[in-house]
């Protein structure tokens, strides 16, 4: 029987529907689904294969399974800024966020920890550099970016970017769990947080295991065609100093004590939940086509040996700035490798943009540059210019790293320099040998103050 021209034009046009549906399931089985974790405070040396006191298999196993970065640094190495560049790509002097959101009512914040002042001043600071006490719904983050692309995003955990009018759920993601108006927890244990509705119910269950049982749950039950993106923002391993119980008790066998015990217990629990949630998605057939990120948001708070600084003092030293950072794409990244480029976490919103089929070039004022190729040929990245830290409390306020130099400079006009190829302990300050190099250096950070708008609270550019 011959077809008509009528029939043959429906079957023309059903084959057109059947093809675009089948280009659009191709697109959407393109592109990868995407899982980063983020931790709070979790030093680079807070592991197993760096120091034996901790337990973290799971962690050293995605390292095992992927690619990590081994010359990882934030850019401003404290909880909101951290967050927020990681949201837009921006840098926190560019986005004027160079300190962590405060919640005292010093500060203009009521106690739910709410406030209409924008900006807030650190009475130590010897600049007074104002600071944001918000991400403001302006710009674009990487939930937005990405549901251009046809991604659901979930957001779980510590957000640490304003208050309920800020969001997670009005910054681009279609959901937000265990989202408070607070960068910690009042205690790990029921209730979390003070003058908080957040998980009123729950009676009993550490919040670290929460938060992953809501995204296990998430896995199991996720039945959408487009590609998903879930950000684990834990609050662990945030003070206070408060692992989980039988852990505590498991590390004070071995020896430790006090916040030494709690701290050790405290990765261990974000160990165990990245093992959960890892082995979630391969009982649901998405390991194959899941990218899993791992990145802390600064250095840890105790010891990171062989670094100088950390959390608390020091902190735009290798200990405060310098994280782990590995990725995990199977069928892209080779097991097990390294890489020694110099990334900072402006990097990873274009990279999510191109990971997922998107444009950079139509985000403006992006200070990363994507990894893609470079995850995918573990080759050497030649972004171009230095990476610099930028933090607003002390006297140190800025670093500048370009090849083995750092530049530490402060508000005061001095300067050191290491050479952290020689120098990984940042104990020996060689300015007074390379003047010349303290000086390009010098130039490169007062140039670049003036691009994010900064110039008037440098220490040299008078």
Same mark, same amino acid.
């Given at each position: 029987m011959k077809l008509t021209a009528l029939s043959g034009s429906i079957m023309a046009l059903l084959m057109g529907v059947t093809t675009a549906s089948y280009a659009d399931e191709t697109k959407s089985t393109e592109q990868p689904n995407i899982l980063l974790f983020f931790v709070d405070d979790m030093g680079w040396a807070s592991r197993t294969s760096k120091d034996p006191i901790y337990e973290t298999p799971n962690i050293d196993q995605l390292s095992k399974d992927g690619l990590e970065f081994e010359s990882t640094y934030i850019a401003t190495p404290t909880c909101s800024p951290s967050r927020a560049t990681l949201l837009t790509g921006q840098h926190p002097a560019r986005i004027k966020m160079p300190r962590h959101i405060p919640h005292q009512a010093q500060y203009g914040f009521d106690k739910k920890g709410r406030t209409d002042q924008k900006w807030n001043l650190w009475p130590k600071d010897p600049a007074q550099v104002p600071s944001a006490n918000w991400l403001g719904l302006e710009y674009t983050t990487y939930a937005e970016a990405l549901k251009e692309q046809g991604y659901y995003n979930l957001f779980v955990g510590k957000w640490h970017l304003g208050d309920e009018r800020y969001h997670p759920i009005h910054q681009g993601f279609d959901k937000q769990i265990g989202t408070s108006?607070?960068?910690?927890?009042?205690?790990?244990?029921?209730?979390?947080?003070?003058?908080?509705?957040?998980?009123?119910?729950?009676?009993?269950?550490?919040?670290?295991?929460?938060?992953?049982?809501?995204?296990?749950?998430?896995?199991?039950?996720?039945?959408?065609?487009?590609?998903?993106?879930?950000?684990?923002?834990?609050?662990?391993?945030?003070?206070?100093?408060?692992?989980?119980?039988?852990?505590?008790?498991?590390?004070?066998?071995?020896?430790?004590?006090?916040?030494?015990?709690?701290?050790?217990? &405290? !990765?261990?629990?974000? @160990?165990?939940?990245?093992?959960? %949630?890892?082995?979630?998605?391969?009982?649901?057939?998405?390991? /194959? +086509?899941?990218?899993?990120?791992?990145?802390?948001?600064?250095?840890?708070?105790?010891?990171?040996?062989?670094?100088?600084?950390?959390?608390?003092?020091?902190?735009?030293?290798?200990?405060?700035?310098?994280?782990?950072?590995?990725?995990?794409?199977?069928?892209?990244?080779?097991?097990?490798?390294?890489?020694?480029? &110099? !990334?900072?976490?402006? @990097?990873?919103?274009?990279?999510? %943009?191109?990971?997922?089929?998107?444009?950079?070039?139509?985000? /403006? +004022?992006?200070?990363?540059?994507?990894?893609?190729?470079?995850?995918?040929?573990n080759s050497t990245l030649n972004r171009g210019e230095p990476l610099f830290g930028y933090r607003a409390y002390q006297d140190l306020y800025a670093t500048v790293r370009e090849g083995d130099w750092k530049l530490a400079a402060f508000r005061s006009g001095n300067t050191k320099l290491y050479n952290i190829a020689d120098d990984i302990s940042e104990s020996i300050d060689v300015s007074h040998n390379h003047e010349e190099k303290v000086n390009e250096l010098v130039k490169k950070l007062t140039t670049w103050e003036k691009e994010m708008g900064v110039e008037e609270y440098s220490g040299f550019n008078r």
């Open positions: 108006n607070w960068g910690h927890p009042r205690s790990y244990y029921p209730p979390y947080f003070k003058n908080s509705d957040v998980y009123k119910d729950v009676k009993d269950r550490y919040l670290t295991d929460k938060l992953t049982d809501d995204a296990v749950s998430f896995l199991e039950t996720y039945d959408k065609k487009k590609p998903f993106m879930l950000s684990m923002w834990y609050y662990a391993i945030h003070t206070p100093f408060e692992g989980r119980k039988d852990l505590v008790k498991h590390f004070e066998e071995k020896g430790l004590r006090g916040k030494h015990a709690q701290h050790a217990a &405290l !990765v261990s629990g974000i @160990d165990e939940s990245i093992g959960r %949630i890892r082995a979630t998605l391969k009982a649901q057939g998405l390991d /194959k +086509n899941t990218m899993v990120i791992f990145l802390s948001d600064q250095g840890g708070i105790l010891n990171n040996k062989p670094f100088r600084g950390g959390k608390m003092i020091d902190t735009l030293y290798e200990g405060g700035a310098r994280v782990p950072f590995i990725v995990s794409w199977p069928g892209v990244t080779k097991p097990g490798t390294k890489n020694t480029s &110099l !990334v900072q976490s402006t @990097d990873l919103f274009p990279t999510f %943009i191109e990971i997922a089929g998107g444009d950079t070039s139509k985000y /403006k +004022n992006l200070d990363g540059v994507s990894l893609l190729n470079t995850i995918k040929e």
